[in-house]
Structure formats: C-alpha cells, structure tokens
C-alpha cells in the first residue's frame, strides 16, 4: 500500500476544502443621493444632467427635480429633439463606511453584489428638457468627486463635469474610471407610468477600494458615478428629487474578509478524514 495515501487524501481534501468556501455576508447597505428637488438644484454636488453643449437656459448641467440620459433623437413633448446629455451620481458613503470599520473593523469586510437602482418613467414629461426612447447606456465609476452642477459659461464649464460619449474622453477629465454596467432602457409599446430600475455593478477593484476608503472626516467621502448614453434614441428620465418618487439608491452587501465554509464542504472533509483513520488503522493492523 502506498504509505503516502493518507497524506495524498488530505491534500485532495483540504484543496476541495478551500475551492469550496463562501464569505459570510455581515450587513446590507444603501444609501440614496441628497435630492436636488425643492431649491431647483443650483450647485447640487449629488445629481447633474450634462448637456452636450451649453444652452442660456441650463447653461453645461442641470439638477433640477429629475434628470436623463438621452441621445439627440429621443422624443420631447414639443414634438422636437432633446439636447443629448448624460448623468452624475455622487453618493456620500464616508459616514456609513467609519460606521462599518467601528463595527467589523477596518480590514475585516468588503463589498459584494453592489447595485444601482432609480425611478425612471416611460410617459413623455411636461418638460421639454427631457426625452423618451429606447436604448443602450453605460454605467462609469468614476475617481474625480470633486464636481458640481453648475451653469458656467460658454468657454468654461466651472465645475460641471464634461459631457463625454466614450470612455477615453470621460476618463481624460475623472482622472480615472472603471465600466460597471452595460444596459438598455427599453419603453414598452404603448408603455406609459413610472418604473423601478436596478442594475447589478461589476465587481471592479477600483470601484470596491474608493469605498473601502472612504471617511466622514477624510478627503474622500464620495463615491462618484457617470451614466453614459450609446445610442441616439435613448431617452431615460431619471428622477431626483420630483413627484415623489425614489432617489437613485446604492445598494451593497457587506462581506467578511475571511472565508466561511460551506456545509457541504464540512461534511466532506469530515467523510475524508474518516476514510484516511481507517486506511492508518488498517495498515497498522
């Protein structure tokens, strides 16, 4: 008999052990951005709708009680075409993240199955700013927080972030950026009321770090998104703070570091070992 037979099953055992393990999930967290309804949204640091040019109405963002990602065809109520534009997200989460470290301890958890989830509407808006239509859009983290809706002027849009219609030019301005979510925002035939989106965000290293580090009392207190439209007839209200509806919400889980096994795995490790104590015990009989 091969007198390193047990050893060989223990090794088996112990890798179909580790391949097999699960984080526990601690907490689920979510928080919305501060709503940029009431006050019309002047300076708002948590919700802008870019333009694709600046207007003397909107001037380069708009963070009113609602704003879109839309293509330059999608359908306004005037019968004309919605000036293209994409949207900012900033969430503070610095005060929830000190919260988890003070509990769990700052190392001790991660962040698992983030989403991003907001009301949209498929009826044509009393607002002429806003387009409806299908499409496709993308979802950016993105490191540059430190932007604010803001009109500015022709040749200088202060601090309003910059329309962008690829990943090169977004990233030229955030500094850096990671693609979370490739989606499409599909109006039904005849469709019409208000729907709840959610989107699950890819499990990106950079994404999970700005929140990992984030503080109440430290320089990054926010973790900043950037929705991206990829089609022309896109039109997707997004609402922020009007008519009552939901704010756009992150959602996470919270997840222990150390990995927890699963019980099957348990149970199989227990099998082996009884089956390597029988093979000792028979080849010392």
């Known amino acids: 008999m091969n007198k390193n037979l047990p050893t060989v099953l223990l090794g088996l055992l112990a890798a179909t052990f580790i391949g097999n393990v699960s984080a526990a999930t601690l907490t689920h967290e979510s928080i919305s951005i501060v709503g940029s309804g009431g006050a019309g949204g002047a300076g708002s640091t948590a919700s802008d709708m870019i333009f694709s040019s600046y207007s003397a109405v909107d001037g380069w963002g708009w963070a009113g009680g609602a704003g879109g990602v839309q293509g330059n065809l999608s359908k306004t109520n005037t019968g004309g075409n919605a000036l293209a534009a994409n949207e900012a997200f900033s969430f503070n989460i610095g005060s929830i993240v000190d919260s988890l470290n003070t509990t769990y301890g700052a190392g001790n958890w991660n962040v698992a199955n983030a989403s991003l989830s907001f009301t949209s509407s498929y009826s044509v808006q009393n607002n002429s700013r806003f387009g ?50 490739s989606e499409t925002f599909a109006v039904p035939a005849g469709g019409s009321g208000y729907v709840s989106l959610s989107y699950s965000l890819a499990s990106n290293s950079s994404f999970f770090a700005d929140i990992l580090s984030a503080s109440a009392t430290g320089t990054n207190k926010e973790a900043s998104f950037y929705l991206m439209s990829t089609a022309d007839t896109l039109g997707m209200i997004i609402f922020t703070g009007g008519q009552g509806q939901a704010l756009p919400t992150l959602s996470f889980d919270v997840v222990s570091v150390i990995p927890v096994p699963e019980p099957e795995s348990i149970s199989l490790l227990l099998a082996g070992l009884g089956v390597i104590g029988a093979t000792v015990r028979r080849r010392r009989v």
């Open 132 to 181: 409806v239509g299908s499409g496709t859009f993308d979802i950016y983290w993105m490191g540059n927080d430190d932007w604010a809706q803001s009109k500015g002027t022709p040749t200088d849009r202060q601090l309003n972030p910059v329309y962008a219609s690829n990943a090169t030019a977004l990233q030229s301005w955030a500094g850096s950026t990671s693609l979370l979510a």
